[in-house]
């Protein structure tokens, strides 16, 4: 049984920074890719970044570009989100999630993701 458990969440002033983790365990890790999307109140959840196993490929929501950063040690079984430059915009509830299948690249789309935590709640405060 897959189980992720974030950390790191909080509130921070706006500009601050904040590094939120994903513990995972239950399969081979660094054969999945990982995901964290968010979901603000009355919001869809949305993706915010992905990795694939191996860390080689990351991509990202245009909104977080140059500001987040994705990263994880498969010898820690964890993946990282660093979160620069924090606005108001990006307070929201923050999941990771570890992709179905094996060898994706962290794909954007929720349903490609069959684990998820139980969030973490990050607030930017303006």
């Known amino acids: 049984q897959v189980q992720l458990v974030e950390s790191g969440g909080g509130l921070v002033q706006a500009g601050g920074s904040l590094r939120l983790s994903c513990a995972t365990s239950?399969?081979?890790?660094?054969?999945?890719?990982m995901g964290w999307f968010r979901q603000a109140p009355g919001k869809e959840r949305a993706f915010v970044a992905g990795?694939?196993?191996?860390?080689?490929?990351?991509n990202y929501a245009d909104s977080v570009k140059g500001r987040f950063t994705i990263s994880r040690d498969n010898a820690k079984n964890t993946v990282y989100l660093q979160m620069n430059s924090l606005k108001p915009e990006d307070t929201a509830v923050y999941y990771c999630?570890?992709?179905?299948?094996?060898?994706?690249?962290?794909?954007?789309?929720?349903?490609?993701?069959?684990?998820w935590g139980q969030g973490t709640q990050v607030t930017v405060s303006s």
């Open positions: 999630a570890e992709e179905t299948a094996r060898y994706g690249l962290g794909s954007p789309n929720q349903y490609d993701y069959d684990y």
């Open positions: 990795i694939s196993g191996g860390g080689g490929n990351t």
């Open positions: 239950g399969r081979g890790v660094s054969n999945y890719a």
